[in-house]
């Protein structure tokens, strides 16, 4: 799914300021659900639901932690065709979680059993929770920033 609408400079509104409580829930589940998880996985699947999601602001700083967390530009510019990517740039762990994070993004024909079966084999329990806690994160932060057209630049 991509965002089909026309690209405007003028943020909508400013959502820290218009909805502080909020803001400050979805900064504290945020932090819950990266707790304990590989900070580059982390990133790959922030940056690849919104790559999914069209949202530019969270493209822009994800790709940016992504840098931070230590990958490199060849594993970023894959991710869009992670699946065809030569075997061994992405671990079994990353391809579950990759697989897992577009099924949740692109919600509407649910999370096949297949795709959770692969990440639940891979993931211990309590991972797998925060794994499904930060796709439905990036998920939620993605459509506030696209809503409010907040974009890379923008505090």
Not at 95 to 118: C, F, H, K, N, W
Request: charged share 25%.
């Amino acid at each position: 799914m991509t965002n089909t609408a026309t690209p405007r400079s003028t943020a909508r509104l400013d959502f820290a300021r218009t909805a502080p409580k909020v803001f400050r829930a979805m900064i504290a589940l945020d932090a819950a659900a990266r707790e304990g998880l590989d900070p580059a996985l982390v990133e790959l699947v922030q940056v690849r639901s919104s790559q999914l999601n069209g949202c530019a602001y969270c493209l822009d700083m994800h790709v940016k932690d992504a840098r931070k967390a230590g990958e490199s530009d060849e594993r970023i510019y894959l991710l869009p065709v992670w699946r065809e990517a030569p075997e061994g740039v992405y671990s079994e762990r990353e391809r579950a979680a990759l697989a897992l994070a577009e099924q949740i993004t692109r919600i509407g024909d649910g999370v096949s059993d297949a795709v959770y079966e692969r990440a639940a084999e891979l993931f211990p329990e309590s991972e797998l929770a925060r794994l499904i806690s930060l796709c439905f994160t990036i998920n939620a932060w993605n459509r506030i920033n696209v809503a409010t057209r907040k974009t890379p630049g923008a505090p």
